[in-house]
């Protein structure tokens, strides 16, 4: 069964740092493209970052130059370091593939940004 684990969220203040990590099944991972979501309270969860299998990268506007994402294929993870961090960076950060059909979601993790 496919599985999303993520972790690495928290609490931090408004210019600080994360990195969070999603451990992904082997069977999704090794040929899709990995993506990076977030949800915030009240609003619909959208995409922020994106790596293809080949590591090429994609990002929304709003946090091209803060958000770099990453992968290891030995480790079926992928990553996702968060600078200059801002409040409306408050969210649940999932990951999952990048297109087609997502398969379930994991539990997330927690970003909170005080100002």
């Known amino acids: 069964q496919v599985q999303l684990v993520e972790s690495g969220g928290g609490l931090v203040q408004a210019g600080g740092s994360l990195r969070l990590s999603c451990a992904a099944s082997?069977?999704?991972?090794?040929?899709?493209?990995m993506g990076w979501y977030r949800q915030a309270p009240g609003k619909q969860r959208w995409l922020v970052a994106t790596?293809?299998?080949?590591?090429?990268?994609n990002y929304a506007d709003s946090v091209k130059g803060r958000f770099t994402i990453s992968r290891d294929n030995a480790k079926n993870t992928v990553y996702l370091q968060m600078n200059s961090l801002k409040p409306e960076d408050t969210a649940v950060y999932y990951c999952?593939?990048?297109?087609?059909?997502?398969?379930?979601w994991g539990q997330g993790t927690q970003v909170t940004i005080s100002s």
């Open positions: 999952n593939k990048d297109r087609g059909l997502l398969v379930p």
């Open positions: 790596i293809t299998r080949d590591g090429s990268t």
């Open positions: 082997g069977s999704i991972f090794s040929i899709n493209g």
